[in-house]
């Protein structure tokens, strides 16, 4: 019996535009890597804060900081046409007759087809989970909330698609009297390709899904600053995951400044867990800067 595959747990770092997600995701790397825990951080925001906070130049080759924790930088152009190019391939070879009547020109529209981005995301974070080596964590720093919130409900939102269409494929199956399974001895195979893709697809996202909504595999983390703004977008974000039964696990309160009261926060999130990251004098930009940050905090991260 073969080995089953271990595979590290997702850490993702989510919340308003600018609240302080890329800061709180490569202090809760470092603090790991400090640890002893083989970690991985990956910027999933097309802004790319973490070549900055770190002051070296990351790309989508891992960059190791130390022995513990290495960083990199999602191409998000490189995986849209990575997806898209996944994509024609697979309409090409599934209505080969396409090329019959010239019309495989018109794949290329597939450009301008609404949530490309986030299934470019989605295919680069297979990708990184299934390369991630010997990691225990992957810390993703992810976009702003629009796009983060399509990319961890795109799972549910496509098999509900999946499987309409799935009918959709069995009845046009029924109508046309067209045999879709046929037995060689014992082994009973598919021989409608549209309804194997769309088999193949479905195990593909209940397999993604089964992840995000796992909390042994998967930790939210919802950061948010002290301002209303940021709280009243961090209840739509909770709001929305909620209906997808998705749940956060901790919250990152990052600029705590003194005498700001955080009982409200406390009674609208009493079940998760809260972090506490105080303003700092100076701007948390470099290697020194991070560490003597995190050697200041009093129990900082507990996943």
Known sequence: MKDQITYPKNVFFLGKGGVGKSTSSAL?????????????????????????????????????????????????????????????????????????????????????????????????????????GDASYIIFDMPPTALTLKFLTLPDLSLIWLNNLLQLRQKILDKKEIVSRVKFGKKELETDKIKSKLLQQIQLYEQIQSVFKDPSKTILNLVLNTDKLSFNESQLIVKKLENFHIGINNIFLNKYYNGFDISGIKSRYPDYGLQILPQNDEPLIGLNSLTGYIAKLDGFVEL
């Open 28 to 132: 809760t790397s470092l603090k790991l890597a400090q640890n002893n825990q083989k970690t991985l951080l990956v910027s999933m925001d097309p802004a790319h804060n973490q070549s900055d906070i770190f002051e070296r130049r990351f790309s989508e080759k891992p960059y190791a900081v130390n022995d513990y924790l290495s960083v990199i930088e999602v191409d998000t152009n490189k995986w849209v046409n990575k997806y898209l190019e996944d994509m024609q391939n697979q309409v090409k070879r599934t209505y080969s007759y396409l090329t019959a009547f010239n019309l495989e020109k018109y794949l290329d529209i597939l450009k301008f087809s609404p949530g490309i981005e986030e299934y470019a995301l989605l295919l680069a974070y297979q990708n990184i989970r299934q390369k991630a």
